[in-house]
C-alpha cells in the first residue's frame, strides 16, 4: 500500500514513516511537473530504508540462541 502511495501520492510516505520535514519538502519537490519523478523515486528509496532499518530493529530484539 504504501508502494502505491510512494508512486502517487510521494509526500504522504514521509508522513507515514515519521518524517513530516522531509514530507514537506517533498511535497514542495512535487508540486512542479518535473519535480514529480525525483520526488517518486525519492519516497520509493525512503520507504525502503525504513523497511530495512524496522528489519534489522527486528532481528536487534530477537535473543540469539
Do not use: E, H, N
Not at 508502494?3 to 501520492?9: E, R, S
Not at 525525483?38 to 530493529?57: E, H, R
Amino acid at each position: 500500500m504504501r508502494l502505491l502511495l510512494a508512486i502517487f501520492l510521494p509526500f504522504v510516505v514521509f508522513f507515514t514513516i515519521g518524517r513530516p520535514i522531509a514530507g514537506v519538502i517533498c511535497l514542495i519537490l512535487q508540486i512542479t511537473l518535473l519535480g514529480w519523478l525525483p520526488a517518486a523515486i525519492w519516497a520509493v528509496y525512503a520507504l525502503s530504508q525504513y523497511k530495512t532499518d524496522k528489519k534489522i530493529q527486528q532481528a536487534m530484539r530477537q535473543p540469539r540462541t
